[in-house]
């Protein structure tokens, strides 16, 4: 079952295509658009979060400053326990593994597993 | 794309749409945490324990279960999980039983420890999760898995080994070792006391 939050319209901010697979717990913080193309599978326990905060202020670190969109493009697949952070925009074909924080945006048919990354572009 | 799907009319296509939609559901595993979820968490490891056994799966003697483990899996769900005696296991794991996990005797899992056997093929571009492959996990005995660590399908842990908190293990851990990163590396080898084990 998946997990919803946001404050306003959630439900017109979630888009996902066809013949996509979620695993169990998967948690979309709807703040901002999430947009998940065709042919996407998602792990479990992945959370893609919308929400941003500003952290200039000594006093309190974490000040709820807004939201960023998030897109997935066609055929990507994300691993288990992957948290998907406000902004990103994650390339066509690439592929995430487990427990990856994607701060920034992936290019397409790139491998993410730990701090390293592989082209699959040439691969197929 | 060239994947093209089977269109079936009628009675066919209501029986391929029942058995997507129920496939995997398990009436033993929904009572198992209807019941399970009745007891409060951080507390009542053994009669959880207890729980689990009369449920079919195997649970050593005096095996602590400190919240309810959220489980998924196919059709030998019951059978695919295995834990020794004198283990604890703490809130928030996660068992993925697809294929068999083998827990040893005397073994601790912190919290938020996940153990998955399924992962899928690296398909064609433009569809990346391909065919389902099904791998066991088998946890030696003794070992200590730190909290929110990640096992991925496939991997054995040695006896006595020791998995950082937050690490994720995509290959063999070997005895007596401590390993921990993203992906595990080993870290340390930890001296083997001649003492025996409880």
């Known amino acids: ?124 | 794309m060239d994947r093209t799907e089977p269109k079936h009319t009628g009675w066919k296509r209501l029986k391929v749409l029942l058995y997507e939609e129920t496939f995997g559901i398990h009436p033993r595993l929904i009572a198992l945490n209807a019941m399970a979820g009745l007891l409060p968490r951080h507390k009542a490891g053994h009669a959880r324990a207890r729980l689990f056994s009369l449920a079919g799966f195997q649970i050593g003697a005096r095996t602590l279960l400190e919240a309810t483990p959220k489980i998924n899996g196919g059709n030998a769900l019951f059978s695919n999980l295995v834990i020794g005696r004198d283990c604890t296991i703490e809130v928030d794991c996660v068992f993925d039983l697809e294929e068999k996990i083998t827990i040893g005797k005397r073994v601790t899992l912190s919290p938020g420890v996940m153990i998955l056997t399924s992962t899928h093929e690296l398909d064609i571009r433009e569809h990346r999760a391909g065919a389902v492959q099904r791998s066991p996990v088998n946890v030696g005995d003794g070992a200590w898995l730190g909290a929110r660590c990640t096992i991925l399908p496939g991997v054995s842990i040695g006896e006595g080994a020791i998995v950082n908190p937050g690490s994720v293990v995509n290959k063999d851990v070997a005895p007596h070792t401590r390993v921990g990163g993203m992906p595990a590396i080993q870290l340390e080898v930890l001296q083997q006391s001649a003492t025996s084990a409880p």
Request: proline share 4%; with cysteine; hydrophobic share 40%.
């Open chain 1, 1 to 124: 079952m998946p997990r919803l939050s946001g404050t306003g319209d959630i439900s017109s901010r979630l888009s996902i295509g066809t013949y996509c697979g979620f695993n169990a717990r998967t948690y979309f913080e709807l703040e901002d658009t999430v947009t998940i193309g065709d042919h996407v599978a998602v792990g479990q326990d992945v959370a893609f979060l919308t929400r941003t905060y500003d952290n200039t202020n000594p006093a309190q670190r974490a000040v709820s400053s807004g939201s960023a969109p998030i897109e997935v493009g066609k055929g990507a697949w994300i691993g288990a326990r992957v948290t998907v952070m406000p902004g990103v925009r994650i390339g066509a074909g690439a592929v995430i593994g487990a427990s990856v924080v994607v701060a920034k945006d992936v290019p397409d048919n790139m491998l993410l597993m730990g701090s390293r990354s592989i082209s699959l572009a040439k691969w197929r």
